[in-house]
């Protein structure tokens, strides 16, 4: 079983595309080599590869990272299965993950991050949450975003590590992972990792 992720960049021409591109590259490379894990094609739109597991907090690392950029998000379809056919390039391979993620993505009208796999009753209540954390996550601006990113990459590190790391003070990092919905994200991810059938 795999994960693949279907994602474009909301308005993407609001900043010169090089600034946010740095920043997606860096996220996808994380997860292997282009093109045959990841790629980028007609300028703002991108597929990767990953292992379930981690595919939830992967897709809120990206949003993360791309909402540093103002007025800049992201649409990410989650598809969960199989990957029947293993192509030189990732948007040529094919399988079950690939068309729940394809069919996921032409789905994204109301909202930007949703899971599509063949258990119905999990992704019925992971989308659920999905659209209830959209709620916070879709208004973080790129100093919140920024936080969260750096937060959930050093999930060891404590609120006083992460102040001395963004010469900030404990007082503002507890303020702005609260406004962020930071224990609920992390709660909402350790569902998913717990609940998803790999």
């Not at 079950?96 to 069919?103: L, M, P, Q, T, V």
């Given at each position: 079983?795999t ?6 960049i ?7 595309a ?7 590259k860096?996220e996808?490379?994380l997860?292997?080599q ?6 980028i094609?007609?300028?703002?739109s ?11 907090k992967?897709a809120?690392?990206?949003k ?5 950029f103002?007025?800049?998000d992201?649409?990410?379809a989650i598809?969960l ?7 030189n ?7 079950s993950a ?5 069919e996921?993505?032409?789905q994204?009208?109301?909202t930007?991050l ?7 009753t999990f992704d ?7 659209e209830?954390?959209?709620l916070t ?8 975003a920024?936080l969260?990113?750096l937060?959930?990459?050093h999930?060891?590190?404590n ?7 963004t010469q900030?003070t404990q007082?503002?990092?507890s303020?702005g992972l ?5 224990d ?5 991810i ?9």
């Amino acid at each position: 079983m795999t994960s693949i992720l279907t994602g474009d960049i909301i308005n993407s021409r609001a900043h010169d595309a090089k600034d946010w591109l740095t920043h997606l590259k860096a996220e996808l490379n994380l997860y292997g080599q282009s093109p045959k894990q990841w790629e980028i094609y007609r300028g703002d739109s991108f597929q990767v590869e990953i292992n379930p597991k981690h595919a939830l907090k992967a897709a809120i690392l990206i949003k993360a990272s791309l909402k540093q950029f103002k007025s800049i998000d992201v649409r990410i379809a989650i598809g969960l299965g199989e990957k029947t056919y293993d192509a030189n390039t990732i948007t040529e391979s094919n399988g079950s993950a690939f068309i729940n993620s394809g069919e996921c993505f032409e789905q994204l009208k109301k909202t930007n991050l949703a899971i599509k796999s063949d258990d119905t009753t999990f992704d019925t209540s992971i989308n659920i949450m999905l659209e209830l954390a959209l709620l916070t996550m879709n208004t973080w601006t790129p100093t919140t975003a920024a936080l969260v990113k750096l937060a959930l990459t050093h999930p060891e590190a404590n609120q006083k590590d992460l102040a001395a790391e963004t010469q900030s003070t404990q007082g503002n990092i507890s303020q702005g992972l609260k406004r962020a919905g930071y224990d609920e994200i992390l709660k909402m991810i350790q569902f998913y990792s717990k609940h998803v059938n790999v």
